[in-house]
């Protein structure tokens, strides 16, 4: 069987790889310890699961319309309106899951030979999404900037040019929990502005942060008009099995996403999608409780890392770590597995070689087990 080059020059998403290796060591009865996952490890809230139960007796079973019920579309239109940005239900495209948000994006926006520009350590899939659209990649290191985006501008500003048709921004980001700037967002309009860059602007760890402001780039004086901002229901509201989420952008490009989105999922699930409304406007005490836990995790482990004479960058946002290892990354992370079943990514899959990337979306106890296991296999 031949097999298309787009399909061939991607890789299977490591995160995946190495839970399924997690995977097998637990059927083997092997207790692991699973920092691989980027998952909440929180229920659905209760007042969540019932509206979902709610509309499927109501009979909400069928098709949606393909960019969403009115009830979520107007419902996103206006969270993001509380954002301060200016978008109207007509700008807003439901999906199952922020990843399609982006796969939309990618393949609205992207052409054969198109310059994408990412920002690394940037999260695994877009670098699969640009390819498949035929995208031609450029990067720009944040890691010697201790993961920050405002004193790497300058390293941004030679990347970007007339060439580049998108730029992607995740803050707060996957993998490394840094939270940018308004002074870095700023920049990225200016070099976006200047030429004439479309930007997406992932936002869907937006509610996980411990204190520092959060940017919309739509928001910033001549960004509406090129920004895609995305979000979702996974991660803020623990609703990762499901898939929901949107992409917000100006009408021209709504009605052209609205194509790739017809034509391959036609919709979310209707039901889900009368969910996401309670989840969006009843759940902010169940928020605040995990975001709570969640700052109380990152500080148990940078403080147990610190122990062991480990200097991490203090994530201000998200549920991940990013935690110098060996130089061989890959290696590190398979041989923390099998010696000390703990399961991590390494940083390579990020386009961050020297890291292994935690997700701290576990209890206490298993991040305690975790650091007490690596320290006794002599990985730390
Ligand atoms: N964007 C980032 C940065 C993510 O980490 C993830 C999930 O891991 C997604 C988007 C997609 O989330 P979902 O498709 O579950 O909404």
Known sequence: MEFSDRVTSVEPSATLAVSNLASELEADGVDVVDLSVGEPDFATPGNVVEAGKDAMDAGHTGYAPSNGVPELRDAVAEKLQGDGL?????????????????????????????????????????????????????????????????PALDDLAETVSDDTELLVVNSPSNPTGAVYSRAAMEGVRDLAVDHDVTVISDEIYQHINYGKEHVSLAGLDGMFERTVTVNGFSKAYSMTGWRLGYLAAPEELVSQAGKVHSHSVSSAANFVQRAGVEALQNTDDAVDEMVDAFASRRDLLVDRFEEYGKDVSVPDGAFYLMLPVADDDQTWCQDALKDAHVATVPGSAFGAPGYARLSYAASTERLEEAVDRLAAEGYL
Do not use: C
């Open 86 to 150: 200016d978008y109207e239900a007509d700008n807003v495209i439901v999906t199952p899951g922020a990843k399609q948000a982006l796969y939309e994006t990618f393949q609205t926006v992207v052409d054969d030979g198109d310059e994408v520009v990412l920002l690394d350590p940037a999260w695994v899939s877009y670098e699969a999404m640009a390819k498949l659209a035929g995208g031609e990649l450029s990067r720009v290191d944040l890691a010697p900037h201790d993961f920050q985006l405002e």
